[in-house]
């Protein structure tokens, strides 16, 4: 799966609904992620994103910008 903010918007803390949840599942995938998929960008995302980003070697900062959308595709 793509991922892709069709804002263009960077995804972060408190972002709800599809994209939240397409964020979330694709880090269940990469197994950063080990709640459920609820399409709400919470505490919890935003650690598994700071995660993907640290091992990455990108900056830990947990929000989800052009640079980690494209290491997570």
Same mark, same amino acid.
């Given at each position: /799966? #793509?991922? @892709?903010?069709?804002? &263009? #918007?960077?995804? =972060? #803390? &408190?972002? !709800? ?8 599942q694709k880090? =269940? +995938?990469?197994?950063?992620?080990? +709640? ?8 919890? %995302?935003?650690? $598994? @994103?700071? $995660?993907?980003?640290r091992a990455? &070697?990108? %900056?830990? +900062? !947990?929000? @989800?910008?052009? $640079?980690?959308?494209? #290491? /997570?595709?």
């Amino acid at each position: /799966m #793509k991922l @892709v903010s069709k804002s &263009g #918007k960077h995804v =972060k #803390k &408190g972002t !709800g609904a599809l994209l939240a949840e397409a964020i979330q599942q694709k880090l =269940k +995938d990469l197994e950063y992620f080990k +709640d459920s998929c609820t399409g709400t960008f919470g505490a919890a %995302t935003e650690e $598994a @994103v700071k $995660a993907f980003q640290r091992a990455n &070697g990108l %900056t830990a +900062d !947990g929000v @989800v910008g052009a $640079a980690t959308l494209n #290491k /997570m595709n």
